[in-house]
């Protein structure tokens, strides 16, 4: 019987980063077999349905308005569109849909836009995900109240990192976001991002914040920083294949039944690297080739991937 904990100490996760690399992930492996089918991943949508303009400093981001990375500011997309889109992504095998837009926190206004969009989404028959920043706990009932599956609002990085990323609101902001949703009883993804000039014993604390919440996030996703040129984070060194795969792994050790998801980033990983975080414990990936403002692999060459390594996209 797997073990859900939430009262991890920092040196517990970090004695688990320090393991073999073999150890860890036969550990990892093993955990993640004992709780989900090991060759099947669950396969999200993402859509930007409002881009750019964001007042927010996150140092990775092109849609902060701080930077100049070249990226036009568009208004909220038409609901047509969106659902168009989400009927496109259903077809390539999707079976969530994720709406993201670049706001600090929406307006009721703005909410009001939104729900119409996650109703449309959700009469097609995906889950319906959405990330808009910071919410109110009234407007995390209001979405409930939609029909909204899931909700994202990343960490990031560790508490102790978060300051070098971001000046514009505080970590303790993300987890009062995330306490609001989970009181609305929306199901929580939330992750990070590794490549944000942090330490390993950011990503040990990153993970803990996110084990030693209430109940563990439903969906953990797990990004590679794509650096934006224009960001000030634009040459910072990306962690080693093997620190981000034992990342992986030990996010599943301690999330046992939570969907590890790897997020951004997958275009510059190998068939290998890929492979190894499938196998350490990694069960979704995001499905089309562009996330919000990033590139991703094309549908078409996922599909050859999870032929090569015998995955399966549904059930």
Avoid at 35 to 46: C, E, W
Avoid at 50 to 66: F, H, I, L, M, V
Avoid at 237 to 250: D, K, L
Wanted: proline share 5%.
């Amino acid at each position: 019987m797997t073990e859900i904990r939430n009262d991890w100490k920092l040196e517990e996760v970090e004695a688990l980063f320090a393991m073999p690399f073999n150890d860890l992930l036969f550990k990892a492996h093993t955990i993640h077999r004992d709780n989900f089918d090991p060759n099947y991943v669950q396969v999200s949508s993402l859509l930007n349905i409002k881009t750019g303009a964001c007042p927010e400093d996150c140092s990775y981001c092109s849609q902060s308005s701080k930077y100049d990375t070249g990226l036009e500011r568009e208004k909220l997309m038409e609901i047509d569109l969106v659902l168009e889109q989400a009927q496109t992504a259903k077809d390539q095998g999707a079976t969530r849909f994720c709406m993201g837009a670049a706001w600090r926190n929406p307006t009721d206004k703005s909410l009001d836009k939104v729900i119409p969009m996650i109703q449309g989404v959700k009469a097609m028959g995906m889950e319906t995900c959405v990330t808009l920043g910071m919410l109110t706990q009234e407007q995390a009932f209001t979405l409930k109240e939609a029909g909204l599956d899931y909700y994202n609002h990343n960490l990031d990085t560790s508490k102790e990192n978060y300051p070098n990323v971001i000046t514009t609101r505080t970590f303790q902001d993300r987890l009062d976001t995330l306490e609001s949703v989970q009181n609305a009883d929306i199901h929580v993804c939330s992750g990070g991002i590794l490549g944000l000039g942090e330490e390993q014993t950011d990503r040990a604390s990153m993970l803990r914040s996110l084990a030693n919440l209430d109940k563990h996030p439903d969906s953990v996703p797990l990004n590679l920083l794509v650096p934006i040129p224009g960001t000030p984070f634009e040459k910072v060194a990306p962690p080693t294949e093997s620190e981000f795969v034992r990342t992986i792994a030990v996010a599943r050790i301690m999330m046992p039944k939570s969907v590890v998801r790897l997020s951004a980033g997958r275009t510059d990983m190998g068939e290998a690297m890929q492979a190894l975080c499938f196998f350490a414990g990694a069960n979704s990936i995001f499905y089309g080739e562009q996330l919000l403002t990033t590139d991703n692999p094309d549908t078409g060459s996922d599909k050859a991937l999870f032929e090569t390594l015998g995955l399966n996209m549904s059930h």
